[in-house]
């Protein structure tokens, strides 16, 4: 039996995906609201994406993390085309939190520094180095993380340009006393939305301050885009909607579209001063990976997905929005691209309860979805970007009945 720390949390055992669907092995089909934790972002078995695999597979799947391929070649070059970087080198790596470790090793070979500044609420997964920065502190239950090594930006409102201008001015403070102290961060990670903790969503003027201020420090910026890149956020990468480039860039997540790939990404300049051998990882830069990747990539561009997620992503703000004033039922829709989350809360109720007993409501409807935040009470919304017109119509009207289910559920 599979140990209960990775155990399922969700749902039946699942045979096969079509879309936005998984198919159990009673045969019911589930929507996914979830893109496989955000890695589905083109669906379940895109047909494309496993022709390409399939044909990598008779091919060439293995070469180790020393030995190139076509595939990954052809990827590297892709890759430093579409990002914001003049001269961009890609280092790959497998997973997330693999991707967050090696861009500290890249922050720390080229600054000099050992320390690493993130945001409060932050998750950037579980790995030694990424746990100092992630938020959540049940997280780090059975490790040894060092407070030391890291510098955490405290949260505080950022819904007028007043409270952006004052965060800005206290993360400044922050970076002078850091470097009086001779304790100066070689980077400040962060994501531009806070998907684990309830899709919290910044202002670009914010994003585009914390770069500015960061360089004038000396501080390199590293934007973890592991959750918003290709497509998800209405734009290719969350950063074209910046004024200000990152210094280095993180990717996953969608990337593969199921196959495990991660990358990060930078000026030569900065990723080449990590030295050979330093960062290695047996399957970085798989043939198999690559080979999904490239059609992800090529998908993506060529239907400008982006923009049906944010189409798709604001029909469903206002469809939410209108369910909770009806409903009365919370507050606090946050929305970009096809990330949406939402509070759920009722006088005299529990609000993680209410939580609970929504996910369940939605699962017997057939629809999959994951919850978290900050205060436990957010639904999170992250269906596939290729959802269709009818796929939205099924969305909407069936977390129509999943509120009306819970509200007689709650009064009675």
């Given amino acids: 039996m599979e140990a209960r720390s990775t155990g399922t949390k969700l749902g039946p055992n699942f045979m096969y995906g079509d879309g936005v669907w998984l198919v159990s092995e009673n045969n019911e089909k589930y929507f996914d609201a979830t893109s496989g934790s955000g890695a589905i972002s083109l669906g379940h078995q895109n047909p494309a994406i496993i022709d390409k695999c399939q044909n990598q597979l008779m091919s060439l799947t293995h070469t180790g993390c020393k030995l190139g391929s076509v595939t990954r070649h052809d990827l590297a070059c892709k890759i430093a085309e579409i990002t914001p970087f003049k001269n961009a080198n890609v280092l790959f790596s497998v997973i997330g939190t693999e991707a967050v470790e090696t861009a500290f090793k890249v922050a720390r070979a ?7 500044a993130g945001l409060e609420y932050a998750f950037h ?27 955490i930006v405290p949260a505080v409102p950022l819904e007028t340009e007043q409270q952006v201008a004052d965060a800005l001015s206290e993360f400044e403070n922050i970076l002078k006393n850091k470097e009086i102290e001779g304790k100066l961060p070689a980077a400040l990670i962060f994501e531009p939305v806070q ?21 004038q420090f000396g501080v390199l910026t590293i934007i973890d885009e592991i959750y918003t890149g290709f497509g998800r956020c209405g734009r290719l990468f969350y950063c074209n909607y910046l004024s200000e480039t990152p210094d280095i860039l993180l990717l996953g997540k969608s990337l593969g579209n199921g196959m495990p790939i991660s990358l990060v990404v930078g000026e030569k300049t900065i990723i080449n001063s990590l030295e050979s051998g330093v960062q290695t990882s047996t399957y970085s830069g798989s043939p198999l990976a690559c080979a999904a990747a490239n059609e992800v990539i090529k998908q993506v561009i060529n239907n400008s997905h982006w923009e049906t997620a944010e189409k798709h992503g604001k029909e469903l703000f206002r469809h939410i929005s209108n369910l909770m004033k009806v409903h009365k039922l919370g507050s606090g829709v946050r929305q970009i691209g096809l ?28 629809i999959l979805l994951f919850g978290g935040g900050v205060h436990g009470n957010t639904v999170k919304l992250v269906p596939p970007i290729t959802m269709t017109g009818n796929d939205l119509v099924f969305l909407k009207d069936t977390l129509e009945s999943v509120f009306q289910c819970l509200v007689e559920e709650l009064n009675q």
Avoid at 110 to 116: D, E, L, P, Q
Avoid at 199 to 210: A, E, M, Q, R
Avoid at 339 to 359: A, C, Q, T
């Fill in 110 to 116: 080229y600054t000099g520094r050992k320390h690493i």
């Fill in 125 to 151: 997964g579980k790995s030694h180095a990424a746990l100092n920065i992630t938020w959540r502190e049940y997280f780090k239950k059975y490790s040894y993380i060092s407070s030391d090594d890291s510098c």
């Fill in 195 to 215: 998907v684990t903790e309830g899709v919290k969503i910044f202002p670009v003027k914010y994003h585009d301050g914390l770069i500015k201020i960061s360089r």
């Fill in 339 to 366: 990330l949406v989350g939402f509070d759920l809360e009722k006088d005299n109720f529990e609000s993680k309860k209410i939580l609970e007993k929504f996910i369940q409501i939605a699962l017997d409807k057939k």
